[in-house]
């Protein structure tokens, strides 16, 4: 999943990265508004981590959101009756 997508949609997305930085709160994310730079120092800040721990933290989590994306595009057709 580009980060464009996770942008564009960032109300969708604020959840999942609510639950994956429990640190962050409701007004920094929306403060955020998708933007990966600034998502990457709020995390930075919050934990206590270095910029490459944070990008592999964020990589981790787009991956995750493409999996998340891609079972729920899946096709699910009914066996028979």
């Known amino acids: 999943m580009n980060w464009d997508r996770i942008e564009g ?3 969708q997305f604020k959840g999942n990265a609510l639950q994956q930085w429990g640190r962050l709160t409701d007004d920094q994310l929306d403060v955020i508004a998708g933007k990966r730079d600034v998502l990457l120092g ?6 206590g981590i270095s910029k490459d721990e944070g990008e592999k933290q964020l990589a981790a989590w787009q991956e995750r959101l493409q999996e998340l ?13």
Do not use: M
């Not at 709020?42 to 934990?47: F, G, K, L, V």
């Not at 079972?71 to 009914?78: A, F, H, K, L, R």
């Open 42 to 47: 709020r995390i930075q800040e919050a934990y």
């Open 9 to 11: 949609n960032w109300k």
């Open 69 to 81: 994306g891609s079972s729920s595009e899946t096709t699910v057709i009914p066996g028979p009756k």
